[in-house]
């Protein structure tokens, strides 16, 4: 069965704090691997995708990486307004379907 | 335009009223979905359509409807729903096949069911 797991489930950070969020997945044929932002009552808004292991992506103060088995999302020096819920998805190579991690509550304090 | 809208954003509605959310989008998407998500749970999938074609659903209960009436448009209508129903719905879409940028996903409309 398709699984994608995040971890840890929430993370309290001071402002210039960095740190990394972990998505594992276990999906046969991957096609892609989706990093989200949510902001509380919003619909996710989409960050970056992942094609083959080894590709990076960056935005301003995130960066994101694949590896065969996990993609990790790092976030540089974050501020206050990165405080939101991180969420990572895998998409399959048949269909459409995006099977969603449990995501990541990142809150950072100033 | 790169947006999906839903409407109404906020919906409370008895267990015996019949109500339908709308989605809709521009960008020229061919795959439009339906998620649910609970509080602090992640998206669940309920519907896909593709080229206004239902693809997929996920064994979601009859009291829910999907319809996609163009290729621009989604709605959701729903009836006799339980309270447990009660969730924030996301409409999202992407460009068919070619999920190259991921799903858009619109705002939500935020269900309370009494």
């Known amino acids: 069965e398709d699984q994608v797991t995040q971890s840890p489930e929430a993370l309290r950070l001071q402002e210039g704090e960095s740190s990394s969020l972990n998505c594992s997945y276990t999906?046969?044929?991957?096609?892609?691997l989706f990093w989200y932002r949510q902001d509380p009552g919003k619909g996710p808004e989409f960050l970056f995708t992942l094609y083959s292991a080894g590709e990076e992506k960056e935005k301003e103060r995130l960066k994101a990486t694949l590896t065969k088995k996990e993609s990790f999302l790092h976030i540089t020096a974050p501020k206050p307004e990165d405080s939101a819920t991180y969420l990572c998805?895998?998409?399959?190579?048949?269909?459409?379907?995006?099977?969603f991690g449990g995501g990541t509550r990142v809150l950072v304090k100033p | 335009d790169t947006e999906v809208t839903q409407t109404p954003k906020h919906l409370v509605m008895g267990m015996t009223n019949k109500k339908s959310l709308k989605c809709e989008q521009h960008?020229?998407?061919?795959?439009m979905y339906w998620y649910k998500q609970k509080a602090k749970k992640p998206p669940e999938l309920m519907f896909v359509y593709s080229y206004e074609k239902l693809s997929i659903n996920e064994s979601v209960p009859s009291r829910f409807s999907p319809e996609c009436p163009n290729s621009s448009l989604l709605n959701l209508h729903l009836h006799a729903l339980q309270p447990e129903d009660s969730a924030l719905y996301l409409c999202?879409?992407?460009?068919?096949?070619?999920?190259?940028?991921?799903?858009?996903f619109g705002s939500g409309t935020r269900l309370t069911v009494v």
């Open positions: 999906v046969s044929g991957l096609r892609g």
């Open positions: 999202a879409s992407s460009q068919g096949d070619r999920v190259v940028n991921g799903y858009t």
């Open positions: 960008m020229g998407h061919r795959a």
């Open positions: 998805a895998a998409l399959k190579a048949a269909g459409n379907k995006l099977t």
